[in-house]
């Protein structure tokens, strides 16, 4: 079990490609932890701003009628991938992982992979 | 007072924020004695609000003193249906907006917090163009000591 600084840490050393990461709380849109980012790219910001992506899906989601739940979501940018996935652990209602990811360096399958380990062993 | 063309300003940067944020239901700018210089806030009598900020802010300055934390940057309280967020706004005013309990908070502090200087440089701006020739004829200043007014930011 990892603590969230724990969390973010091993996400940062471990997913190649990673410049930036955070564990969002969508019910507020605030951030309980962030490691990464910087001048030029406001961990803050884009917590906030994908908040509101989470919701939108699930709103869709409830207006499809779809009875299921968001494992995750995938951002392809130009250079960047930007990856949500929900938490599923005890606690971790209402939360999600924000991985932002260069996509010159990183795997995606792999990047995927090990951040469904690290939501996995996280406990907030 | 804040001279008419800059009430005009502030109340089109509430007007735009509103549009802006999703659940964002009102949004008023009132001068830290509690009087109101622009609202724009359907259902709410904007008077009474503007002066339980002024009340809220005493305390919360207060507060940050008492325990340390500085100058006074922002408040939020929330109600059982919603969140009432006050930010400072420059020297002399502070940003009251009143959101529904849905709303991203996240997204609340970054868009009041940039409202909040934009329309703090509107108003000090007015009022320091307002004060010069005033200072040059009036006699002594009314009272503002018990309001507790805002740290002085460094203006450059």
Do not use: C, W
Request: glycine share 12%; hydrophobic share 45%; no cysteine.
């Amino acid at each position: 079990m990892a603590n969230t600084e724990a969390a973010l840490k091993e996400a940062m050393s471990s997913i190649e490609g990673t410049t930036g990461v955070a564990l969002v709380d969508y019910t507020s849109g605030m951030a309980l932890g962030t490691l990464g980012g910087g001048k030029d790219f406001n961990l803050e910001v884009a917590a906030a701003g994908n908040t509101d992506v989470v919701r939108a899906k699930l709103r869709t989601m409830e207006h499809l009628g779809i009875q299921d739940e968001i494992e995750d979501i995938l951002i392809t940018l130009g250079t960047q991938y930007h990856l949500i996935r929900l938490l599923k652990t005890r606690g971790g209602n209402g939360l999600f992982l924000y991985l932002v990811l260069d996509s010159a360096r990183a795997n995606l399958a792999m990047a995927r992979h090990q951040l469904k380990r690290i939501e996995a062993e996280l406990e907030v | 007072m804040v001279p008419e063309p800059e009430v005009r300003d502030v109340l089109s940067e509430l007007q735009r924020l509103r549009a802006r944020v999703p659940l964002l239901s009102g949004a008023l700018a009132a001068s830290t004695d509690g009087l109101v210089v622009a609202h724009d806030t359907p259902g709410v009598e904007a008077e009474g609000v503007a002066a339980l900020t002024a009340a809220a802010l005493g305390v919360a300055i207060r507060m940050t003193e008492a325990t340390g934390r500085g100058g006074f940057r922002e408040l939020l309280v929330r109600g059982d249906t919603g969140y009432i967020a006050t930010y400072a706004a420059g020297r002399s005013a502070v940003l009251t907006l009143l959101a529904e309990d849905r709303i991203n908070v996240g997204r609340l502090h970054l868009e009041g917090r940039r409202a909040g200087t934009r329309i703090g440089e509107l108003i000090d701006g007015a009022l320091t163009r307002a004060d010069r020739p005033a200072r040059a004829v009036s006699g002594p200043q009314p009272p503002a000591a018990h309001h507790g007014p805002l740290p002085h930011r460094p203006t450059t």
